[in-house]
């Protein structure tokens, strides 16, 4: 069973452009969340997902970001027009359906130039 | 609002030294608790998780944790760390079930020395 995947690794964008971060479950996973890790600090929620559900976006900045887990494919983190202060790692976590432990993936360093 | 202090920042210990790493939680009941490990450039990894019952938890690696209600506390401890254990390790709680936000600490940073 493969793991959390997450892609790509690393991306950089020049500011104003689109970031685009996919996160595919591991396999049997229904539950999908996504952190931001700053530098030098802890990771933070951004948002909870089910398949075509939003549980929970009160962690995602109110502007510019957007996420989705659409019944087929990967989940997906939107983050338009970048900003400097976007730099982060931004890890997907993938959960069974009522099991409160989080798979985590190996993250997507966003660079913002 | 429920928060996770990890208050040391950075720890030195020597190759073949016991380890505690302090890890305490700000919430009226007992949360969910976790210890993850991240290696540099990497995800994180689950060392081991408290959810009720016995309150001395065993994870993988050789890795234990103990709650004291009394303290707010899950610390960390190891009887002997090896080189391969220097890495960040995170603190999370979690309120319950159906509230799926894990809360994190900052961070502490294990470096081992020969």
């Known amino acids: 069973n493969a793991g959390v995947m997450q892609n790509p690794r690393h991306l950089v964008r020049r500011r104003g452009q689109e970031a685009r971060l996919r996160c595919s479950p591991m396999k049997g996973h229904s539950h999908v969340y996504w952190y931001r890790q700053l530098p030098e600090e802890g990771l933070k929620f951004m948002v909870y997902?089910?398949?075509?559900?939003?549980?929970?976006e009160s962690g995602m900045p109110k502007e510019r970001f957007s996420a989705e887990f659409p019944k087929e494919g990967p989940s997906i983190l939107r983050i338009q027009q970048v900003v400097r202060g976007d730099s982060a790692a931004y890890f997907c976590a993938s959960s069974p359906l009522l099991v409160n432990e989080q798979f985590f993936g190996p993250g997507t360093r966003l660079t913002v130039l | 609002a429920q928060s996770v202090t990890q208050p040391d920042i950075h720890i030195t210990v020597s190759e073949g030294a016991s380890l505690e790493l302090r890890c305490n939680y700000s919430?009226?009941?007992?949360?969910?608790l976790f210890w993850y490990v991240q290696s540099p450039g990497q995800g994180l990894q689950l060392l081991l998780k408290y959810f009720s019952g016995d309150t001395l938890v065993q994870g993988i690696k050789g890795f234990e944790a103990e709650f004291k209600r009394s303290q707010s506390s899950f610390n960390l401890r190891k009887p002997s760390v090896h080189w391969s254990d220097a890495a960040e390790y995170f603190c999370a709680s979690l309120l319950s079930v159906g509230n799926e936000k894990l809360t994190f600490g900052t961070g502490t940073r294990l470096t081992i020395i020969p």
């Open positions: 919430y009226g009941a007992t949360p969910y």
């Open positions: 997902l089910q398949k075509e559900n939003i549980i929970d």
